[in-house]
Each structure stands twice: as C-alpha cells, then as structure tokens.
Nanobody, 124 residues
Framework: QVQLVESGGGLVQGGGSLRLSCAAS????????MAWFRQAPGKEREFVAG????????YYAESVKGRFTISRDNAKNTVYLQMNSLKPEDTAVYYC?????????????????WGQGTQVTVSS
C-alpha cells in the first residue's frame, strides 16, 4: 500500500516558522519528484514547492520563494518543507504529493499519490 503521511502543521503567529514532514512508503519515493501543494478554504489547490530525485533540482511558487525551502532525505524516504516568515495568507491545508519517475511539474494532475494533508494556520 502506497502511503504519504504528513506531519508538523499547527498554529503559528505571523513571522514565525514551521517545518512540515512527509514520510513516504518504499517504492513511492524512489526516483520520484516530490512536491508540496496547499489549499485554502474556498480556493483551488495550488503548487508550493517541488524537488526532483537528484538535487539540487528544486522549484517554488513565486509567493513562497525566499521564505520556504523544500528538501528531501532519500535514505529516510522523507521530504520536508521549512516555512519561515509565515504570513496569514499562508494559512491552508498542506499536501505532500508524488509524481511518477520521469514526471514533474507544478500542476496537480502530474501527481499520482497524495497525503491526507496537514493544517497550517498563521495568525496575524
């Protein structure tokens, strides 16, 4: 059974930091692009950050560039999202996702496995 399990969400004041983690089961991670997406209430799911299998191949949404950092530990089958200088507009459910080997991108249709999501709430 393929699983992606996120953790690390919570409530933080504006300007604060959080680190999200996504633990992936075995073959899910091998040679795959991993990404983070988010969805705020009443809005469509949007791309946040992506990481290819072989680094440094990371890419970000303009809205988080310079504040968020995606990283991965291939030995631990885990991908992280370090979020600094958080803003109220970063409030959303954050999802970890995997694209099949050889596939990547900023569109959710490229990703075939998704985690259950973790809530991030940033207060003003």
């Amino acid at each position: 059974q393929v699983q992606l399990v996120e953790s690390g969400g919570g409530l933080v004041q504006g300007g604060g930091s959080l680190r999200l983690s996504c633990a992936a089961s075995g073959r899910t991670f091998s040679r795959a692009t991993m990404a983070w997406f988010r969805q705020a209430p009443g809005k469509e799911r949007e791309f946040v950050a992506g990481s290819g299998w072989i680094g440094p191949s990371t890419y970000y949404a303009e809205s988080v560039k310079g504040r968020f950092t995606i990283s991965r530990d291939n030995a631990k089958n885990t991908v992280y999202l370090q979020m600094n200088s958080l803003k109220p507009e970063d409030t959303a459910v954050y999802y970890c996702a995997r694209a099949p080997p050889g596939t990547s991108g900023r569109y959710s249709v490229s990703y075939d496995y998704w985690g259950q999501g973790t809530q991030v709430t940033v207060s003003s």
